[in-house]
């Protein structure tokens, strides 16, 4: 799970986040601005500052916000000139926008805010639909407006081209102001409140988001058009309310309620994807109708309230279909606000003490959580921030700690300049050092030390034992040393002084001040300095109910038992006992073990036998689960090999049979979960050949991961594979996500007599994926179904397998996230027009994506038991062919091709329902946060050019279609550190970078493109060559090896680019294959793997089959046929890591003295020819 | 009485020569002095009963009935098989406590003394001390067997020993527990004398 954080402001208008992975508060990178309100989305922040303007943060990131401008230029032809700008009276404008008509020069398209600049100049689109056109990007066309065709005809009277520039939202990790919306006709009316949410309710534009504000007046406002590409919007449109509005609160969907100056509440309904400002207001009565409603914040299905008496309030049966709710029920606490985050987890201020805190316990099903939890985290930035202008300072202060013993005048200055330095800016306030006096006879007092006292101090520190920090170490008065910290707080309310505005400052300087004297050493807060606190907003901070987080644990003074007894605390101390029990364990395992090796073994041979009950799948028709008695014998050699046979023992017309399985043959183990069953397939070559594994159904989950875990450490074992996969391992991925690797034997690739690639060992690894991509210097990144980008740890195991099957380390939870889709379907009759009752012959109302089966909401199921719901079904409007505004979808019949539209022809219509699935598993891999992505590729390296120092190069596209390269990727170090964006014309869908740096991708538009000078010192290359596609194909995915490249069309075709040579790497033409293909993998030797759409075998069909072309020469890049491996269900493939060239002398050799025995001429590269002519006989 | 071979060498041979011999005897069994086992599955009831006391004074039980029957032989059949993993699958449960809890409950123990007619001692101890410290090997050593010890200024006069071994008595009682435990859960820690020479 992804870092995120918390926004909060503290009474001096000061702005921190706190990261769920962090226990420390950060302050805001920009701090120049003091804020009243924040609101937070997961990129950005809104928020109003003291001046009373609203503000937006944009979260840096690797991709930048990047919009097109776009100008046409449009020409006429005349006879005398030709094509030029002198166009018809009756003409559009000689430059305008797409429609032509309204007047567009390019000088005249500004920049909409300051917050944005130009990437580059102007240029013309020479990309006309997904193909090059000729050079000056001119379409063609017999008239405005028409058709417009990229060649130019005799009949061509008008032409057009696009000019097209980009500009980038610049302010990021910045405050960026929002024009206020005054009118300058009337009386300025500031914002007072505002609230961010709404990014559940569509997700077009990307990163929509729901901006309301509330002004001083009690008017309420939105904010039109704010996206992930448009992060301030456009304009404010206020919105008519039936009393005036004094606080807001936007959930992540469809609540929104406003608090009136009179104490009721106002709840917003009619808020859908077509109408994000919804409709019509209601009115909710506050609880008691003496305390009025003061504040109020909204999730998805909650709301919590706080009235006037600072009670807080859950409202009860809130959801989209009724967003008032039912009734009250009054919480424990008092809170001065509550704030509802992502997944409805609740942050709450206290009343009393402004301390904040988390509600712990909140689940989808307890929405009310358990108890309040205290947030102690301390402030980092005051440490770190301090840190670097304080390092100078903290020495200084030490030393004038020791002068000041004698004097007391030095102390304020000291505070003072800690203040500065604590919190830079204009608009510090200056009577820092004025309150500092009054207060300060004590604090002077204590830092009046002896020098023995601070000479000593820092030795304390130094100490590992103070890792959890104790009052002792703190300077202060010999005589009173522990009341140090205890006196600074009793200090805290006598100089609360009402004349001054800002009431905590002098703890807060009073704080710094000891935080530099222990030599800005990591020593956080005491619990009892806390942040006051004035605003929380968790919009952006995702806690999942079970995570675990940091935020309460910095209890110093209190309970140092906490701290103390964790055992893995003091590593000092633990060391010494720790090693020694290591040193002597080692000692003794030498004493009684090395000196008697050569005893023989007392036992020579165990046969150890696991017996149990499964399901079978049987052999004769008809097919069906019988149940079978099933008993796995291990054997010991006296060499220690283990060897095992699997025997089922069935019945079949009462009589007793069985078959077995030798374990060193089995190729595969691959779990199959479904909705009902908990089954695996078992695979050997022979069983691969036939398509038709051995398939075991167990009664529980745990049953069969059991079964999965032991049969599968049985092979490994067998086969004496163990440990992580080695660098040149072949990854593979199932339809279900499982991720299986392959140790590749030398011969796998050998030119004459591979390996035949059914023999292949898969053993399966921990985690869920879509995407798996090597390279052979061991660098390995995945990508889930919901595009998270993960990278491996180089540990194994993890998932159902445990103990000697796993590594001990390098295993971390992982999750995915996918939806389910059904389809409601609905025919029209004259009558009542379209309804949800069919014809007889017509498919079920509610079905799959092919009708045949039937799916209903309530009976439909999350993928298999491992998958839970994590939201309710919601209408995908996002599938091919366009929805109208319902989500609906239009055919003449079923099935048909539909259209988002209806016409007078269409007699059905069905829409798409989707709800999404997570699953959470753990495996070897680790989350490179935040960009999600939706293809990855490492540079496969050439074989004896590894580890040559230079980093290893990773391309990707991003969900979105940006185009990235990841900077700093090494087998130390494979998650990198950047990414650098590579600007497009177009979103992109597929990427590979070749071994010479050769980088191709494909556009969603189906169009390849090359990259040209890519290079070690120029990772992102220059520009872009677009190279047309096959004729008539749409392009979906391509592979470069060493030299060849291939690309797959969305009809299954794959192509080879003809006539890449290295000063023409564009090559010249595609050449057809083979068809049957749904991906490919191009690896460092040129070898070429694809996934088969269909394979029959003796037995049964496959659909998704791991294939191998044969006969891939230099001379014959081609190659010339397919030899099957594993299938039934495989999605992907990545070859890339596998450099392992077969050992060419030997196989030469023995080629060799084969064909030498057939008495053919000898001499290599007349062997080779000869022997791939008698291939047939010699190696079969 | 039947003790952990591990137990028997550190106990009766740690200062013998290796490789250790043993006379194994094959009549007259010393009814007086010990159980018959008659059949393996007394074996494994006997192993069995230990990991349930353990498990009592750890988790009052709840581990141990929490886990299903064939977990239960999953335990016996790894520790019979020399299978680490096996054993360990279900092991490791045994040996985890709850979060907010510092440690087991009590630890299981038991101190053997060549020198005494008592068998063993065995007695309620928890890992932590009320003040949130941590107990150590040690503290347990002052607590029920203060003989053990040296006296703060005289010389040392036995050996505490675990799995052949002798850990630091600042060792914190609760990892021992958690990681130099026997297969029965227990901790069997032996106290000879110091080897003369």
């Known amino acids: ?1180 | 009485m039947h003790y952990p071979i591990g137990l028997l060498f550190d106990l009766l041979a740690s200062s013998s020569a290796l490789p250790w011999n043993i006379t194994v005897h094959f009549k007259s069994f010393p009814e007086k002095d010990l159980l018959h086992c008659p059949s393996k599955d007394a074996i494994e009831a006997h192993f069995m009963s230990c990991v349930k006391e353990a498990d009592a004074l750890k988790h009052k039980s709840q581990v141990i009935n929490e886990m299903q029957k064939k977990d239960h032989k999953q335990l016996w059949m790894g520790l019979q098989n020399d299978r680490f993993d096996q054993f360990w699958a279900i092991n490791r449960k045994l040996m985890e406590y709850p979060a907010e809890e510092n440690g087991f409950r009590y630890i299981p123990f038991r101190i053997y003394q060549t020198t005494t007619e008592r068998p063993f001692i065995q007695k309620l101890f928890r890992p932590v001390a009320a003040d949130g410290q941590l107990h150590t090997l040690g503290d347990l050593l002052k607590e029920v067997c203060p003989s053990a010890l040296a006296p703060e200024d005289g010389e040392k006069k036995n050996q505490v020993m675990i799995h052949g071994i002798e850990p630091m008595l600042e060792t914190p009682l609760q990892w021992l527990s958690e990681h130099l435990s026997y297969p029965d859960n227990f901790l069997h820690i032996s106290i000879i004398p110091q080897p003369t020479d």
Request: with cysteine.
């Open chain 1, 1 to 1180: 799970m992804p870092d995120s954080v918390l926004w909060a402001v503290d009474l001096f208008g000061r702005v921190y986040t706190l990261s769920t992975a962090g226990q420390y508060w950060e302050l805001c990178k920009d701090t120049q601005l003091e804020f009243k309100r924040v609101s937070a989305a997961t990129q950005c922040c809104w928020g109003i500052a003291c001046d009373h303007q609203v503000y937006v943060y944009v979260c840096a990131s690797d991709v930048p916000i990047r919009r097109r401008e776009e100008a046409y230029e449009n020409q006429r032809w005349n006879p005398v000139g030709g094509f030029c700008e002198k166009l018809l009276p009756s003409d559009r404008w000689p430059w305008s926008d797409v429609s032509g008509l309204q007047h567009r020069p390019l000088d005249g398209v500004a920049l909409p805010s300051l917050h944005w600049e130009w990437e580059s100049d102007w240029y013309v689109d020479e990309n006309f639909g997904g193909e090059p056109t000729e050079k000056g990007g001119w379409t063609y066309a017999i008239d405005f407006p028409a058709t417009y065709t990229r060649d130019k005809k005799w009949n061509s009277c008008v032409r057009r081209r696009r000019w097209i520039r980009y500009r980038r939202y610049k302010s990021r990790d910045s405050w960026a102001k929002i024009p206020s919306k005054d009118d300058p006709k009337q009386l300025p009316d500031p914002f007072n409140d505002l609230s961010v949410g709404g990014w559940e309710i569509t997700d077009e534009p990307v990163g929509r988001l729901s901006v309301w504000a509330v002004s001083l007046q009690g008017k309420v406002w939105y904010r039109e058009d704010v996206s992930h590409p448009n992060p301030e919007g456009s304009s404010w449109s206020l919105m008519d309310t039936p009393a005036e509005a004094a606080q807001i609160s936007c959930g992540p969907h469809d609540l929104l309620w406003v608090t009136l100056w009179e104490g009721q509440a106002l709840v917003r309904e009619g808020i859908s994807r077509n109408n994000p400002k919804g409709s019509s207001w209601s009115v909710v009565e506050p609880p008691t109708s003496e305390n009025g409603i003061m504040h109020v914040s909204v999730g998805v299905a909650v709301v919590w309230a706080i009235t006037k008496d600072r009670k807080v309030w859950f409202r009860r049966g809130v959801n989209s279909h009724n967003p008032c709710g039912t009734s009250w029920i009054e919480m424990v606490g008092e809170m001065t606000m509550v704030n509802v985050g992502l997944n409805d987890q609740v942050w709450g201020i206290s009343c009393d003490d402004r301390a904040m805190y988390f509600r712990q316990g909140v689940t989808p099903s307890e929405l009310s959580g358990k108890t309040w939890k205290a947030i102690v985290a301390g402030r980092e930035s005051d440490r770190s921030h301090s840190g670097s202008s304080l390092s100078l300072l903290s020495a200084g202060c030490f030393f004038g700690d020791e002068v000041r013993g004698s004097g007391e005048s030095c102390a304020p200055s000291d505070t003072d300049a800690s203040s500065d330095a604590e919190r830079p800016g204009p608009d510090q306030p200056v009577p820092a050092e004025s309150l500092d006096c009054p207060g300060d006879p004590k604090g002077s007092s204590a830092s009046g030390p002896g020098t023995s006292r601070t000479t000593e101090h820092p030795v304390e520190v130094a100490s590992p034992a103070t890792q959890t920090p104790r009052p002792e170490p703190r300077p202060g008065p010999a005589s009173t040393p522990a009341e140090v910290p205890w006196t600074n707080i009793d200090l805290k309310e006598p100089k609360k002084t009402p004349s001054h505005p800002v009431a905590g400052l002098p703890e807060t300087t009073g704080l710094s001040s000891l935080e530099v004297l222990p030599l800005g050493l990591e020593e956080p807060y005491g619990a009892d300095d806390h942040p006051l606190w004035a605003w929380v907003s968790g919009g952006g901070c995702a806690v999942e109910a079970h995570s675990v987080l940091k935020w309460f644990s910095v209890q110093l003074g209190l309970s140092p038992s906490v701290q103390t007894l964790s055992l893995s605390i003091t590593p000092a101390q633990t060391a010494a006992w720790r090693k020694q029990i290591f040193q002597q364990l080692t000692e003794r395992t030498k004493r009684e073990l090395e000196n008697f090796r050569h005893y023989e073994q007392a036992v020579e041979q165990s046969v150890w036998v696991k017996t149990g009950t499964l399901q079978w799948w049987c052999n004769w028709k008809p097919h069906k689960w019988v149940d079978v008695r099933v008993a796995l014998e291990q054997f010991t050699g006296h060499d220690g090999a283990r060897d095992s046979i699997l025997f089922i023992y069935y019945v079949v017309h009462e009589e007793k049979k069985y078959i077995h399985v030798f374990l060193n043959e089995v190729t595969a183990l691959v779990p199959v979960l479904n909705e009902a069953k908990h089954s695996f397939a078992l695979y050997t070559p022979e069983r691969t050949r036939q398509r038709w594994p051995v398939r075991l159904a167990a009664a529980t989950e745990q049953d069969m991961n059991d079964w999965l875990a032991l049969l599968s450490l049985s092979c490994c074992e067998s086969r004496k594979v163990h440990g992580r996969p080695s660098p040149q391992a072949i990854w593979s991925i199932t339809c279900k996500g499982d991720i299986f690797v392959s140790e590749p034997s030398p011969d796998l690739e050998d030119p004459v007599h591979p390996l035949p690639c059914d023999q292949m060992f898969w053993r399966q690894v921990g985690g869920h994926l879509r995407v798996v991509e090597a390279n052979s210097r061991g660098v390995v990144w995945g990508i889930g179904y919901d595009h998270t980008a993960w990278v491996y740890t180089g540990g194994y195991g993890g998932g159902c397998f445990q103990g000697l099957a796993s590594s001990s380390s390098n295993i971390y939870t992982q999750s995915d996230v996918k939806s389910v889709y059904i389809y409601e379907n609905q025919r029209w009759n004259p009558v009542t027009g379209y309804t949800s009752r069919g014809l007889p012959t017509d498919r079920y109302m509610w079905s799959d994506a092919t009708g045949l089966q039937e799916c209903t909401k309530a009976s439909t199921k999350p993928p298999s038991l491992q998958w839970s719901w994590v939201s309710d079904w919601s209408i995908d409007f996002s599938v091919p062919g366009g929805t109208d505004q319902e989500g609906w979808q239009y055919a003449s019949d079923f099935p048909a091709s539909y259209h988002g539209y209806k016409t007078m022809k269409d007699f059905v219509r069905r829409r798409c329902w989707a709800r999404k699935c997570k699953l959470v598993t753990s495996g070897p891999w680790l989350e490179v946060a935040p960009i999600a992505l939706g293809d990855v590729s490492i540079i496969p390296e050439s074989p004896g050019a590894s580890g040559n120092g230079h980093s290893v190069a990773l391309w990707a596209v991003s969900d979105k279609g940006d185009v990235l390269c990841r900077l700093g990727v090494s087998e130390l170090n494979p998650a990198g550190s950047s990414w650098l964006h590579v600007g497009t014309d177009q979103p992109f869908a597929s990427i590979s970078i070749g071994a010479c740096y050769q980088v191709w991708a494909v556009a969603r538009d189906g169009s390849a493109f090359y990259r040209g000078s890519v290079s070690p010192s120029q990772p992102a290359g220059d520009c872009w060559y677009h190279i047309p596609s096959p004729p008539k194909q749409r392009l979906k995915q391509v592979s470069v090896g060493q030299t060849a490249v291939y690309a797959l069309d969305e009809n299954g075709n794959l192509w080879y680019r003809q006539g890449v040579t290295p000063s023409y790497p564009q090559g010249s033409s595609w050449e057809h294959v083979s068809n049957n293909v749904r991906r490919v993998s191009v690896g460092p030797l040129d070898q070429v793997w694809v996934i088969a759409n269909k394979v029959q075998g003796s037995h049964s069909l496959s659909r998704g089959t791991v294939c191998h072309r044969t006969g891939v020469q230099p001379h014959e890049p081609k190659g010339q046929g397919w030899d099957y491996g594993i299938g039934g269900g495989w999605d992907h493939i990545s070859i890339r890591a596998n450099a392992t060239r077969a050992p060419r002398s030997a196989s030469l050799e023995t080629a060799g003295e084969r064909s030498g025995e057939q008495g053919l001429p000898s001499g290599p590269a007349q062997v080779a020819g000869a022997l791939q002519e008698s291939l047939g006989p010699i190696c079969c």
